[in-house]
């Protein structure tokens, strides 16, 4: 056996347990969530650190530009893309509010934050979630195994069932790209 193989393996692994574990009926709320909001032309803002705040632009790339069909342009925003109001806010006050402050900006009643923290404990993060609770949006969080903090406050839970980060990420990316293709379905069929 050699270590790419075993890296393999390893990634197969948390994708059939992902497969198993998790509810499919949080899957299509998740999906249902966003499709009404971005229906109602109300916005999905999306933020997560690191690697998933790359993650956070690709979905927003996916779901502004076309993931699969040719339709409307969808209200997506990376809350990580725009490093003037990153940094400004991060060496001005903290942060620990750089998601937050731009959820107090864009977000909207109806509208929904996906948030991403393989932990589930970046307080950057549950800032946002909290901030968006007070705009009166849900809340759907990508995370690993239990949610941790985030997956207390978040509406909707998708859990990937590791504690391993890049295989927490690559399970991620299978999740947002199935939901990007079902709402692009479901709104590309609407028009």
Known sequence: MNR???????SIAVLSELQMKLDPVRIESAVALMTEALSANRPLLVCGNGGSAS???HIAGELVGRF???????KVLALSADSAIVTAWANDVGYDQIFARQVEAYGEAGGVLLAISTS???KNILAAAVSAKAKGMKTVALTGEGGGA???VADI???VPSKVTPLIQQAHICLYHFICAEVEDRIAAAC
């Open 4 to 10: 790419w193989d075993d890296y393999l393996r390893s």
């Open 55 to 57: 993650d956070s632009m």
């Open 68 to 74: 699969l069909k040719d339709r409307r342009a969808l």
């Open 120 to 122: 589930g404990s970046s």
């Open 150 to 152: 985030l997956g207390q």
């Open 157 to 159: 839970l998708l859990d």
